[in-house]
């Protein structure tokens, strides 16, 4: 059974940095794309970033665009997330997400329920 463990997740104070990873355990499996979303408390789950294999493309939420870089750090199967210049806006639980196949749009990667597998999440707290 593949499990994605999300770390790093921490107590920052407003202007602060946090570096995110999430990591594949158990049986490989192949993915097309891997992402992040957070949920705050009261709010719906809601897309952060995602990297498509293919050509290292990435996308962003707005309100992270220049502050957040997703990235893999050796392989397909492991995932990060730096955040920079975080704000208390920023609180949430993180998710890593996985997709096994491509999609025809930049659109459904942003949806939540275009990924098959996700990560138990982390909590960020940024502190003003």
């Known amino acids: 059974q593949v499990q994605l463990v999300e770390s790093g997740g921490g107590l920052v104070q407003a202007g602060g940095s946090l570096r995110l990873s999430c990591a594949a355990s158990g049986r490989t499996f192949s993915t097309y794309a891997m992402g992040w979303f957070r949920q705050a408390p009261g709010k719906e789950r809601e897309f952060v970033a995602v990297?498509?294999?293919?050509?290292?493309?990435?996308s962003y939420a707005d309100f992270v665009k220049g502050r957040f870089t997703i990235s893999s750090a050796n392989d397909k199967n492991t995932l990060t997330l730096q955040m920079n210049r975080l704000e208390p806006e920023d609180t949430a639980v993180y998710y890593c997400?996985?997709?096994?196949?491509?999609?025809?749009?930049?659109?459904?990667?942003?949806?939540?329920?275009?990924?098959?597998?996700w990560g138990q999440g982390t909590q960020v707290t940024v502190a003003s």
């Open positions: 997400a996985a997709r096994r196949t491509g999609l025809s749009s930049n659109y459904y990667y942003a949806r939540s329920d275009s990924y098959d597998l």
């Open positions: 990297i498509r294999w293919i050509g290292s493309d990435t």
